[in-house]
Protein backbone atom coordinates (compact mmCIF):
# COMPACT_ATOMS: atom_id res chain seq x y z
CA UNK A 1 0.00 0.00 0.00
CA UNK A 2 1.85 3.41 -0.89
CA UNK A 3 0.69 5.91 1.42
CA UNK A 4 1.90 9.53 1.62
CA UNK A 5 0.47 10.86 5.49
CA UNK A 6 0.68 14.35 6.52
CA UNK A 7 -0.66 16.04 9.64
CA UNK A 8 -3.60 17.30 8.66
CA UNK A 9 -3.76 20.27 10.57
CA UNK A 10 -5.25 22.60 10.64
CA UNK A 11 -1.91 24.55 11.62
CA UNK A 12 -2.60 28.29 12.83
CA UNK A 13 0.64 30.97 12.72
CA UNK A 14 0.75 34.42 13.93
CA UNK A 15 1.93 36.55 10.59
CA UNK A 16 5.83 36.54 11.01
CA UNK A 17 6.64 33.32 12.52
CA UNK A 18 8.00 30.06 10.93
CA UNK A 19 5.32 27.11 9.91
CA UNK A 20 6.47 23.90 9.42
CA UNK A 21 4.80 21.18 7.48
CA UNK A 22 5.44 17.27 7.98
CA UNK A 23 5.07 14.57 5.98
CA UNK A 24 6.03 10.53 5.36
CA UNK A 25 5.85 8.34 3.11
CA UNK A 26 5.42 4.20 2.74
CA UNK A 27 7.79 3.59 -0.28
CA UNK A 28 11.80 3.57 1.11
CA UNK A 29 13.11 3.67 -2.87
CA UNK A 30 10.98 7.24 -3.23
CA UNK A 31 13.33 9.56 -5.17
CA UNK A 32 11.13 12.69 -5.97
CA UNK A 33 9.12 15.05 -3.27
CA UNK A 34 7.01 17.92 -4.05
CA UNK A 35 4.72 20.37 -1.84
CA UNK A 36 1.90 21.92 -3.45
CA UNK A 37 -0.08 25.06 -2.55
CA UNK A 38 -4.06 24.81 -3.13
CA UNK A 39 -5.97 27.91 -2.49
CA UNK A 40 -9.60 27.56 -2.04
CA UNK A 41 -11.45 26.60 -4.98
CA UNK A 42 -8.19 26.66 -7.02
CA UNK A 43 -6.22 24.20 -8.48
CA UNK A 44 -2.77 23.25 -6.75
CA UNK A 45 0.76 24.89 -7.49
CA UNK A 46 4.03 23.65 -7.69
CA UNK A 47 5.99 25.75 -4.94
CA UNK A 48 9.09 23.00 -3.91
CA UNK A 49 10.90 19.86 -5.51
CA UNK A 50 12.94 18.38 -3.42
CA UNK A 51 15.33 14.38 -5.04
CA UNK A 52 18.30 14.58 -2.49
CA UNK A 53 18.48 14.35 1.32
CA UNK A 54 18.85 17.55 3.15
CA UNK A 55 17.75 20.83 3.00
CA UNK A 56 16.76 22.86 -0.33
CA UNK A 57 15.74 26.69 -0.38
CA UNK A 58 13.35 28.89 -2.22
CA UNK A 59 12.50 32.33 -0.60
CA UNK A 60 11.49 31.72 2.23
CA UNK A 61 10.08 28.36 1.06
CA UNK A 62 12.74 25.38 2.57
CA UNK A 63 12.26 22.12 1.90
CA UNK A 64 13.57 19.10 4.10
CA UNK A 65 14.29 15.90 2.83
CA UNK A 66 15.42 12.99 4.98
CA UNK A 67 15.12 9.51 3.09
CA UNK A 68 16.08 7.12 6.11
CA UNK A 69 13.29 8.09 7.93
CA UNK A 70 11.22 8.40 5.10
CA UNK A 71 10.30 11.98 6.00
CA UNK A 72 9.94 15.17 3.83
CA UNK A 73 9.02 19.08 5.43
CA UNK A 74 8.05 22.36 4.49
CA UNK A 75 9.03 25.01 6.06
CA UNK A 76 7.68 28.53 5.61
CA UNK A 77 9.70 31.50 7.17
CA UNK A 78 8.59 34.93 7.63
CA UNK A 79 4.47 33.45 7.08
CA UNK A 80 2.46 35.69 5.38
CA UNK A 81 -1.73 35.73 5.25
CA UNK A 82 -0.89 35.35 1.87
CA UNK A 83 0.44 32.15 2.49
CA UNK A 84 -2.65 30.73 4.24
CA UNK A 85 -3.74 27.62 2.15
CA UNK A 86 -3.93 24.14 1.93
CA UNK A 87 -0.39 22.24 1.56
CA UNK A 88 -0.16 19.13 -0.24
CA UNK A 89 2.82 17.16 0.02
CA UNK A 90 3.25 14.72 -3.61
CA UNK A 91 5.55 11.52 -3.58
CA UNK A 92 6.77 10.18 -6.96
CA UNK A 93 6.47 5.97 -6.16
CA UNK A 94 6.17 4.32 -9.30
CA UNK A 95 9.50 3.41 -9.14
CA UNK A 96 10.69 1.64 -12.67
CA UNK A 97 7.89 3.16 -14.33
CA UNK A 98 7.78 6.55 -16.83
CA UNK A 99 4.62 7.32 -15.59
CA UNK A 100 5.82 10.14 -13.42
CA UNK A 101 2.77 9.72 -11.19
CA UNK A 102 2.37 10.99 -7.57
CA UNK A 103 0.78 10.15 -4.83
CA UNK A 104 -0.91 12.99 -2.62
CA UNK A 105 -1.10 13.17 0.73
CA UNK A 106 -4.28 14.80 2.49
CA UNK A 107 -2.91 17.91 2.95
CA UNK A 108 -2.53 20.45 5.66
CA UNK A 109 -4.49 23.53 5.66
CA UNK A 110 -2.50 26.55 7.34
CA UNK A 111 -3.95 29.79 8.41
CA UNK A 112 -1.66 33.24 8.87
CA UNK A 113 -2.92 35.25 11.25
CA UNK A 114 -2.40 38.74 10.95
CA UNK B 1 -0.96 32.41 -16.60
CA UNK B 2 -0.89 28.02 -16.55
CA UNK B 3 0.36 26.90 -19.31
CA UNK B 4 -2.08 23.52 -19.15
CA UNK B 5 -5.59 25.08 -19.95
CA UNK B 6 -8.65 23.51 -19.12
CA UNK B 7 -12.16 24.37 -20.35
CA UNK B 8 -15.07 24.85 -19.35
CA UNK B 9 -14.50 26.48 -16.21
CA UNK B 10 -17.11 26.11 -14.94
CA UNK B 11 -19.99 23.11 -15.49
CA UNK B 12 -23.60 22.85 -14.89
CA UNK B 13 -25.04 20.00 -16.19
CA UNK B 14 -28.25 17.40 -15.76
CA UNK B 15 -28.07 13.98 -15.33
CA UNK B 16 -29.28 12.86 -18.43
CA UNK B 17 -26.95 15.25 -20.43
CA UNK B 18 -23.85 14.55 -21.89
CA UNK B 19 -20.59 17.12 -21.78
CA UNK B 20 -16.42 17.16 -22.31
CA UNK B 21 -13.84 18.75 -20.76
CA UNK B 22 -10.91 19.68 -22.83
CA UNK B 23 -7.28 20.20 -21.74
CA UNK B 24 -4.34 21.06 -23.58
CA UNK B 25 -0.49 21.48 -22.91
CA UNK B 26 2.17 23.07 -25.32
CA UNK B 27 4.99 21.75 -23.61
CA UNK B 28 6.27 18.75 -24.93
CA UNK B 29 4.63 16.45 -21.93
CA UNK B 30 3.82 13.22 -22.85
CA UNK B 31 1.99 12.03 -19.71
CA UNK B 32 -1.31 13.60 -18.92
CA UNK B 33 -3.32 12.62 -15.82
CA UNK B 34 -7.08 13.58 -14.77
CA UNK B 35 -8.02 13.92 -11.63
CA UNK B 36 -11.06 14.38 -9.49
CA UNK B 37 -10.56 16.41 -6.01
CA UNK B 38 -13.78 17.07 -3.70
CA UNK B 39 -13.97 19.76 -1.16
CA UNK B 40 -10.97 19.49 1.50
CA UNK B 41 -10.17 16.50 0.25
CA UNK B 42 -6.51 15.66 -1.90
CA UNK B 43 -6.47 15.12 -6.09
CA UNK B 44 -7.99 11.12 -6.35
CA UNK B 45 -6.21 10.17 -9.60
CA UNK B 46 -8.61 8.79 -12.56
CA UNK B 47 -7.17 8.32 -15.48
CA UNK B 48 -3.16 8.21 -16.58
CA UNK B 49 -2.45 8.63 -20.25
CA UNK B 50 1.33 8.03 -21.30
CA UNK B 51 2.27 8.42 -25.30
CA UNK B 52 -0.89 9.01 -26.11
CA UNK B 53 -1.99 5.85 -24.55
CA UNK B 54 -4.07 4.97 -21.38
CA UNK B 55 -1.54 3.53 -19.03
CA UNK B 56 -4.04 3.51 -15.68
CA UNK B 57 -7.63 3.65 -15.38
CA UNK B 58 -8.45 3.59 -11.31
CA UNK B 59 -11.81 1.58 -11.38
CA UNK B 60 -13.28 4.90 -12.84
CA UNK B 61 -17.48 3.97 -13.73
CA UNK B 62 -17.53 4.20 -17.22
CA UNK B 63 -20.07 7.17 -17.08
CA UNK B 64 -16.33 8.94 -17.69
CA UNK B 65 -14.77 8.45 -20.88
CA UNK B 66 -11.43 10.01 -21.23
CA UNK B 67 -9.37 10.22 -24.93
CA UNK B 68 -6.27 11.63 -26.14
CA UNK B 69 -6.44 13.02 -29.59
CA UNK B 70 -3.00 13.60 -29.61
CA UNK B 71 0.06 14.61 -27.45
CA UNK B 72 -1.22 18.37 -26.29
CA UNK B 73 -5.05 17.24 -25.72
CA UNK B 74 -6.93 15.15 -23.05
CA UNK B 75 -10.88 15.17 -23.28
CA UNK B 76 -13.24 13.46 -20.35
CA UNK B 77 -16.34 12.99 -21.61
CA UNK B 78 -19.27 12.63 -19.47
CA UNK B 79 -22.47 10.86 -19.55
CA UNK B 80 -25.17 10.19 -17.02
CA UNK B 81 -23.10 11.49 -14.33
CA UNK B 82 -24.67 11.58 -10.95
CA UNK B 83 -24.85 14.25 -8.57
CA UNK B 84 -22.15 12.96 -6.33
CA UNK B 85 -19.44 13.17 -9.04
CA UNK B 86 -20.09 16.88 -8.51
CA UNK B 87 -16.28 18.35 -7.46
CA UNK B 88 -13.63 20.13 -9.27
CA UNK B 89 -11.77 18.27 -11.97
CA UNK B 90 -7.92 18.56 -12.81
CA UNK B 91 -6.10 17.89 -15.85
CA UNK B 92 -2.14 17.83 -15.48
CA UNK B 93 0.95 16.81 -17.18
CA UNK B 94 4.53 15.60 -16.22
CA UNK B 95 7.80 14.96 -18.53
CA UNK B 96 7.93 11.05 -18.34
CA UNK B 97 11.13 10.39 -16.77
CA UNK B 98 10.63 7.23 -14.36
CA UNK B 99 11.67 8.32 -10.79
CA UNK B 100 12.86 11.27 -10.95
CA UNK B 101 10.39 13.41 -12.73
CA UNK B 102 9.53 16.83 -11.92
CA UNK B 103 6.03 16.67 -10.74
CA UNK B 104 3.19 17.90 -12.05
CA UNK B 105 1.86 21.25 -14.43
CA UNK B 106 -1.79 21.15 -13.28
CA UNK B 107 -4.33 23.31 -15.32
CA UNK B 108 -6.98 25.77 -13.54
CA UNK B 109 -9.44 22.83 -13.32
CA UNK B 110 -13.13 22.91 -13.89
CA UNK B 111 -15.72 23.24 -11.33
CA UNK B 112 -18.23 20.92 -12.55
CA UNK B 113 -22.03 20.24 -10.96
CA UNK B 114 -24.25 17.78 -11.10
CA UNK B 115 -28.04 18.48 -11.07
Not at chain 1, 56 to 65: H, Y
Not at chain 2, 22 to 37: N, V
Not at chain 2, 60 to 68: A, D
Not at chain 2, 75 to 91: G, I, V
Amino acid sequence: QKEVEQNSGPLSVPEGAIASLNCTYSDRGSQSFFWYRQYSGKSPELIMSIYSNGDKEDGRFTAQLNKASQYVSLLIRDSQPSDSATYLCAVNMDRGSTLGRLYFGRGTQLTVWP
Amino acid sequence: DTEVTQTPKHLVMGMTNKKSLKCEQHMGHRAMYWYKQKAKKPPELMFVYSYEKLSINESVPSRFSPECPNSSLLNLHLHALQPEDSALYLCASSQVQGAGGDGYTFGSGTRLTVV
